[in-house]
C-alpha cells in the first residue's frame, strides 16, 4: 500500500513542532499574563452542539461523525432513510450524532453553560487545541489545524475588547511579525445597514456577501446581493456603505451621515468610540484600523468584530473575533455576555516560514553529540552524559560504533550544534575533544570547560 495522507492534513517533523509550540508558549505566556486560564474541551462534539451556529455556510463545513452499529440488520431501514435525508442536506440522528468540534468559542459556550456553579463571573479562559473543517484546502487554508482562542464571559464592559486588542499587539510584537494591522468594525453597524436599507430580516445574507469582499470583488458581491432579493437601490446604498475611505475620523463622520439616525448606527458609533478611547488608555501603539468591509459571516457576533492581518506577505487572515451576547443562551444560560478572539496558528507559522523570522535556537533540542567508540570510551561518554542531563543540558551518545564518518554525518543532519570525542587519547589526557560544527573548530577540554561552552552557547 502506498502510504499517504487525507486531504488538507499534514505531518509535523521535529523542526516545524518545535517552531509550533515557540508560538504557542509566546501565546500562553502572554494570556497568562493577563490572568486567562488554560481549558481543553473534547474534540468531539454532538451535533446538536454546533449545528445552527456557524450559519448555513459555516453548518455545511462542519465534520461529521457516522453512528457506531450502522450495518446492524436492526437499523438497515432507519439507516437508508437517514442517509436520504443527509444527501438532501439534512441531519439525522439515526445516521450521525456527533462532529468534530469546528472552532473553539462554542464548545466553550457549551463548556460554561454546564459548569455554571463552579466557576466565577467575569470568566477568562484562553484554549489552544486543534479543529476541523470540511473546506477545500489551499495555501493557508487546511482541514485539520489549531486555533488559540482567549475569551471572557460574564461581562459587557469594553475593556475587555481593548485587553483583547492590546494582547493580539502584544502577541505579535514579541513574535515579531511586522506590518500588523488590527482592523475592527461592529455588528451593530452592520445591522443598521439592514435597518437603512429595509432588509432586517436579511442582515445574515448580506453580511455573508460583504464577508466575501476580499475574495470575490464587489461585482460579485452585489451579483450575489442580487439573488438574495436585494434590490438595486439597496445594492446602490451598500456599495456607498462598503466604499467608504480614509482616516479613522473620516470613516466615522461619514457612517454617521449614513447610518447615524438609526438605533443600531448610534450604538454601534458609540461602542467604537469608547473602545478607541479605553486603547488609548491602555496602548496606544494597539489602536485598529476601522474597516466596515469586516463582516465576519458567523451568526453569533453582536458587537467589536476584529480581523489580523499582515501586509509583509501575501496570506489571509491571521486572527479574529468578536463580541458575541447570549452565546450560552442556546445552551439554556441566557444573558451572558462575551467577547473573544483567535490566533490562526497555522498562518502565523507559515508567516513567520515566509519572512525567516523564527529563531535558529530552535532547529534542535540537543547541544551536543558524544561519538561511540566504544569500550572503556563508551563507558566514559555515558558519564558525561548523565553528568550534562543533570546539569539541564540536552545531549546524546551515538547508540552504535559505527564509523566516525556514519556518525558525524548523523550529528550534521541533525542540526547538532557540537559534537564531543572521546578516543583513547582523550581517555589519557582526561578531556574531550570538543568540535563546532558552525565554525568547524575542534579544541580539546575538560569537563568543566564543556559545560561553560555550552551553558554560554
Known sequence: ????????????????????????????????LYGYEPLETPSMENLTTLAGKYGEEGDRLIFKILNNGLNEASKHEKTKTALENVLQGKSDINLTERALRYDLTIPFAR???MNRENIALPFKRFQMQPVWRADRPQKGRYREFWQCDADVVGTSSLMMEAELLNIYHSVFEKLQI???????????????????????DAITDI????????????????DELKTKSITDD???????YLQIGGSN???????????????NGKLGLQEINTLINYLQQVNANCLPILDFTLARGLDYYTGMIVEIKTTAVNMGSIGGGGRYDNLTGVFDYPNV???????????????MEDLNIFPTTLNTGVEIMFVNFGNACQDKCIDYVQQLRAEGIACELYPDTNKFD?????????????????????LKENCITLKNFATGQQQKVDYSELKHQLNKN
Open 178 to 200: 511586522p506590518n500588523i494591522e488590527i482592523r475592527i468594525n461592529n455588528r451593530k453597524i452592520l445591522s443598521a445597514l439592514a435597518e437603512v436599507i429595509g432588509k432586517q
Open 111 to 113: 463548556y460554561v453553560a
Open 1 to 32: 500500500m502506498k502510504p499517504s495522507l487525507p486531504q488538507g492534513t499534514r505531518d509535523f517533523n521535529a523542526q516545524t513542532v518545535r517552531k509550533r509550540q515557540y508560538i504557542l508558549n509566546i501565546m500562553q505566556h502572554i494570556f497568562e
Open 207 to 222: 453580511t455573508i456577501a460583504i464577508d466575501k469582499l476580499d475574495k470575490i470583488g464587489l461585482e460579485k458581491v452585489c
Open 406 to 426: 556514519k556518525q558525524m554525518k548523523y550529528a550534521n543532519k541533525r542540526g547538532y550544534p557540537f559534537v564531543a570525542i572521546v578516543g583513547d587519547d582523550e
Open 234 to 240: 439597496a445594492i446602490a446604498t451598500i456599495i456607498k
Open 249 to 263: 475620523e473620516e470613516k466615522l463622520i461619514a457612517i454617521q451621515n449614513l447610518l447615524g439616525a438609526t438605533e
Open 337 to 351: 455576555s462575551g467577547v473573544g478572539i483567535s490566533f490562526g496558528v497555522d498562518r502565523i507559522y507559515d508567516v
